[in-house]
């Protein structure tokens, strides 16, 4: 998943998880970075154009906050 206009912000209330996160090269295929393993209390920021999956952990549900610009559910 990706967007090309407007930040988000995740903030972990519950569970953990893996967050993949990377970059679309030239010929739009992710080139991905290090995995981070994100947990309850954390919070992170993905600029726009920034391509993520987030994975959750097993046998725990994963709950977070999102905090994005109202016209990512347009």
Do not use: C
Not at 22 to 50: M, R, T
């Amino acid at each position: 998943v990706y967007h090309t206009e407007g930040d988000e912000i995740f903030q972990i209330l519950a569970g953990h998880a893996t967050l993949y996160s990377g970059k679309l090269d030239d010929n739009k295929s992710p080139i991905w970075y290090e995995p981070l393993q994100v947990k309850e209390g954390d919070a992170f920021h993905l600029p726009a154009n920034i391509v993520f999956q987030l994975e959750a952990g097993a046998n725990h549900p994963l709950v977070f906050s999102l905090y994005t610009p109202e016209d990512h559910f347009k």
